[in-house]
């Protein structure tokens, strides 16, 4: 029902920045819904955790560890999530997924359950 691609990944070296975008499709049945939707990372052998989450109303929240370097937004008109990263470090090196979900009376944070998921994008920060 949703269908999520993200874009953007990269290797990079430290100290510098990517965007990255996640292009969102639903179906229209959901047009007016409350949808919360995230950035997430996972290292090889390591559990995915969340990075950013944006709500319906513009509201965001971040990890500490990307808090000031990282920017969560988006574009409803083009249907497209963003996050923009700066000062990049190595321990940022990661598979980026976006997801979303919709809400009704959750709180849009990354500890709530995300439905759906892309396929990720590869990003590698250099030393």
């Known amino acids: 029902q949703v269908h999520l691609v993200e874009s953007g990944g990269g290797s990079v070296q430290a100290g510098g920045s990517l965007r990255l975008s996640c292009a969102v499709s639903a179906d229209s049945t959901y047009n007016g819904r409350r949808l919360c939707m995230g950035w997430f990372r996972q290292a090889p052998g390591k559990e995915r955790k969340g990075v950013a989450t944006?709500?319906?109303?513009?509201?965001?929240t971040y990890t500490d560890s990307v808090k000031g370097r990282f920017a969560i937004s988006k574009d409803n008109a083009d249907n497209t999530l963003y996050l923009q990263i700066n000062s990049l470090k190595p321990e940022d090196t990661a598979t980026y997924y976006c997801a979303a979900v919709f809400l009704f009376l959750g709180t849009c944070a990354p500890a709530q359950r995300f439905d759906y998921w892309g396929q990720g994008t590869q990003v590698t920060v250099s030393s």
């Open positions: 944006i709500d319906r109303d513009g509201s965001t």
